[in-house]
């Protein structure tokens, strides 16, 4: 008796749903990824064998770069009630679009003094703008303390909880002014801080 042949048939495999889910997937990255803040000077950052992986919010980072310090602190809200205090205290008053346009600054690095003009700026003159760095000099004019001391009062104000405090530094970067920084954190009882490195291999025995 014959063999019946059964009729060969291609495989199909519906990859519909495994589309959507890509696709939501590489949304909700892209959605919630942080944007990494362009450096105002160019920071070559020590390496290290040893990591520390950094939070990924409520962090008040300090970048040093030829001489000069650059803050920024994270949440929209901890930069508007910051910026809100820091104006009080130094007696100056920021419009509604001024206070939108720092909200929106990464980072920078200007004397309170020279906030306004800065963030009259567009995005484009501000990212070429050689800013001075913010004043930082522990015996005469500290406005650097006051950006720390405000920050950490509008985040334990608002959030509970106290902020991350890390230093940038770059490679060659002369030791008086990562000095100075320490010595402004230890004034504000600050004596848990990162330093930021790359990773390197560990040496071999």
């Avoid at 749903?17 to 105002?40: E, H, N, S």
């Avoid at 939070?55 to 770069?65: K, P, S």
């Avoid at 809200?77 to 910051?82: A, K, L, M, S, V």
């Amino acid at each position: 008796m014959a063999r019946v042949k059964v009729p060969r048939k291609s495989t199909h495999i519906d990859m519909t749903a495994m589309c959507d889910v890509a696709f939501l997937l590489l949304t909700f990255f892209i959605l919630t990824a942080k944007p990494r803040p362009q450096d105002p000077v160019p920071v070559d950052i020590p390496p290290s064998s040893y990591e520390v992986p950094i939070a990924d919010d409520n962090v008040l980072l300090l970048t040093v770069g030829q001489g000069k310090v650059f803050f920024t602190v994270d949440g929209a809200d901890i930069r508007q009630q910051t910026l809100a205090q820091m104006g009080e205290k130094y007696k100056i008053s920021f419009t509604p679009e001024e206070v939108k346009r720092f909200i929106g600054t990464n980072i920078f690095g200007v004397p309170i003094g020279q906030l306004k003009p800065f963030l009259a700026l567009d995005a484009e003159q501000r990212k070429n703008y050689k800013q001075p760095g913010i004043p930082h000099d522990t015996t005469s004019n500290n406005e650097l303390s006051d950006w720390i001391r405000e920050s950490r009062k509008v985040a334990a104000n608002l959030h509970n909880k106290a902020l991350f405090i890390a230093i940038k530094g770059d490679n060659k970067e002369e030791y008086p002014t990562i000095k100075k920084l320490i010595t402004v954190l230890q004034k504000q009882k600050v004596n848990k801080f990162s330093l930021i490195t790359t990773l390197r291999a560990a040496p071999k025995k």
